[in-house]
């Protein structure tokens, strides 16, 4: 029988993780809830990551396409040579 550094349940060792030989300390249950945890705390932050990008694009009034605001200068000096050598 192992303790589980977590929940502090008796398990049998089937019910914990080995890892080169070694038994983990914490069970399988325990380090099921823990990726869960960790997969879904990064899936916010990957969320919070693109919702902040969204506000921070520009819409390019030349070409219609979203750019990030900080490229957008840029871009839109691109445009305004291209189009002066084009001659339009
Ligand atoms: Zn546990
Ligand atoms: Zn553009």
Redo the contacts with the bound molecule.
Sequence with gaps: MET??????H?THD?FQKSQNKITK??????N?YSRQYYQKNREKKLQYWHEFDQIKRLCELCNKSIHRSYIKKHQLKHLTSSNHAGV
């Design positions: 589980c550094r977590t929940c502090k349940e398990k019910d914490i069970c399988k249950s325990c380090l809830e």
